[in-house]
């Protein structure tokens, strides 16, 4: 597990931008962390970074999945929370993201479809500041993010 400590907003983006060049085809990031904690704000940067562009980035709170076209691969953003249940994420063209990068807000609404080899990225609010919690599962995960 790795910590990094989020001073403001523009620290969360600048972690993103730093984060997105290890980033491949078939990732999976799961963003948790409450309301307010920057998860929206940190995958916009992640996206904006990965597309190279400044885009418009909503979060998909309404939308569930936002689909964007990258440069090397598919970049889907999930929100997960108003889910009824686990399966429903195959509605949301859950097996399209395979081909590219799904990052998934409130990814505990997946259940068991949430793949072991995944990266765990924990949003936590301090005070007026935040921490960044890395937990890679898989040695392909370990290997990418000891250079962080």
Known sequence: MKHFDL????????FARTLAPLLKAGDVIAL??????????????LIETLLG????????????????????????HMDL??????????????????????????PERAGSHLPSWRLDLTLEILGDSRKA?????GEDWQTRLHEL
């Open 7 to 14: 001073p403001s907003l523009e620290a969360t983006t600048q």
């Open 32 to 45: 948790r962390g409450g309301l307010g904690a920057g998860k929206t704000t940190l995958a916009r940067a």
């Open 53 to 76: 562009r400044e885009t418009d980035v909503p979060s998909p709170t309404y939308t569930l999945v936002q689909s964007y076209e990258g440069p090397a691969f598919p970049i889907f």
């Open 81 to 106: 929370y108003r889910l009824e249940q686990p399966d429903d994420v195959f509605e949301l063209g859950w097996d399209e993201t395979q081909n590219g990068l799904a990052l998934i807000e409130w």
């Open 133 to 137: 919690i890395l937990e890679p599962h």
